[in-house]
Nanobody, 123 residues
Framework: VQLQASGGGLVQAEGSLRLSCAAS????????MGWYRQAVGKERELVALVTSGGETNYKDSVKGRFTVSRDNAKDMVYLQMNSLKPDDTAVYYC??????????????????WGQGTQVTVSS
């Protein structure tokens, strides 16, 4: 299983970026997908998650500015980031919880991370 993230870059404050992440490989279903980030000298933190049912969870400081969404048919998750601030500068990691069980009556959940994509917001 692989998570391939893309869409990072350099943007001025108040600008926008859209991150994308595609899951590939052998799995039965995707339960939760989303994004974490890690700034230099800080711990990795949750940014936004979306469940298979569409429920979302956001870090307080990005509410109203970021929107997480997913395309279940394409096994993809997106993060639309608007009104970016210098404090949003970090490496953004795609995250997913997948059911990799080969048996229909069993569930085997595993956590996966993408390779990270740099987002830099200049003031």
């Amino acid at each position: 299983v692989q998570l391939q993230a893309s869409g990072g870059g350099l943007v001025q404050a108040e600008g926008s970026l859209r991150l994308s992440c595609a899951a590939s490989g052998s799995f039965r279903s995707i339960r939760t997908m989303g994004w974490y980030r890690q700034a230099v000298g800080k711990e990795r933190e949750l940014v936004a998650l979306v469940t298979s049912g569409g429920e979302t969870n956001y870090k307080d400081s990005v509410k109203g500015r970021f929107t997480v969404s997913r395309d279940n048919a394409k096994d993809m998750v997106y993060l639309q980031m608007n009104s970016l601030k210098p404090d949003d500068t970090a490496v953004y990691y795609c995250y997913a919880v997948l059911d990799i069980s080969r048996y229909p009556t069993l569930t085997s959940l595993r956590h996966y991370w993408g390779q990270g994509t740099q987002v830099t917001v200049s003031s």
